[in-house]
């Protein structure tokens, strides 16, 4: 009994993150804690059980045959954890608990706020906590792993998930305060008049794009590739070149910003997301029961 007496639920969590990432860096980065702490951890962990878990090298952490034995353990003592909560959420009823939302950021700048407000107001005694992720990935994989209840994501998504459309975004062309169309109606070849903005390789809704437009035999070539939303919104308000994005990530468009519809015009539907089959406080009903209403989708 000393010997367990010594874990902490934060080690599990550390043990589970370092092993889902194969990396320590990594792992500290999604726990938003310093590489140093999330060693720390891992080390006293070990030292503690008296084996080693990971095999440190330069293409990241390994587990051990224990390791896998000490992490697949680890996973059931947090699920059960979690379902202590669940199950003490379910007996609260709406007179407490927590609801917890991953959303990738515009949805989480431009979306949830009013529908947190509101839900403050109706239901004071629940806590809603948000995760803000950067793309439809990381909101999945909060989703799948269980550390959020929603996700606000967009299609196609995972068949494992049960999901609500909630709005359609609109893709547009942003251009800087001097452009000027060459034709009547704005044309693909208007593109080619500044060098283009984009996102990283990767990136869910440029991927997107690129698909949309080579069909209709635009192939795009990016000069600048910006993770930031807001930065590459800037760069166009600076005359620096022209940027696709959706119109929720645009938001707020700087003064003189041109905005256009692209010539074949493309949407991503943003959708709210739950596991299927999942054990759901009240509270989480609530949650979503109110979101589709603010949104006209019941």
Not at 17 to 42: G, K, M, N
Not at 170 to 190: G, K, Q
Not at 239 to 265: D, T
Not at 279 to 285: H, S
Request: aromatic letters at 8%; charged letters at 20%; a negative charge.
């Amino acid at each position: 009994m000393q010997e367990i007496g010594r874990l902490k639920l934060s080690q599990l969590q550390i043990l589970i993150a370092v092993a889902d990432c194969d990396s320590f860096s990594e792992a500290a980065l999604q726990l938003h804690l310093t590489q140093s702490a999330v060693s720390y951890a891992i080390a006293t962990l070990e030292e503690n059980l008296g084996v080693v878990l990971f095999l440190r090298g330069r293409y990241g952490a390994q587990l051990t045959p224990v390791g896998e034995q000490i992490v697949d353990r680890a996973r059931q003592v947090m699920y059960l954890m979690q379902d202590m909560v669940k199950q003490a959420n379910l007996a609260k009823g709406l007179h407490g608990g927590q609801v917890r939302i991953s959303a990738f950021r515009s949805a989480a700048t431009q979306i949830l706020p009013n529908v947190i407000a509101q839900f403050c107001r109706l239901h004071p005694a629940i806590a809603v906590r948000i995760l803000e992720y950067d793309d439809r990935p990381e909101v999945d994989a909060a989703l799948r792993k269980q550390r959020t209840d929603i996700g606000i994501t967009y299609l196609p998504t995972s068949p494992e998930f049960e999901t609500w459309e909630l709005m359609r975004d609109e893709f547009v062309i942003l251009f800087p305060p001097e452009f000027e169309r060459s034709h009547p109606h704005l044309t693909w070849e208007d593109l080619t008049a500044y060098p283009l903005i984009m996102a990283p390789d990767g990136d869910g809704c440029d991927a997107m794009v690129y698909a949309h437009c080579g069909k209709h035999g635009v192939q795009l070539q990016p000069s600048y590739q910006v993770r930031s939303d807001a930065t590459i919104v800037n760069m166009v308000a600076q005359g620096i070149g022209a940027a696709i994005s959706p119109r929720l990530a645009a938001e707020p468009v700087p003064p003189g910003v041109q905005v256009y519809s692209l010539p074949v015009p493309l949407d991503r539907v943003i959708c709210a997301a739950v596991l299927t089959d999942a054990l759901l406080p009240p509270a989480v009903f609530a949650f979503l029961d109110l979101l589709k209403r603010s949104l006209d989708l019941r």
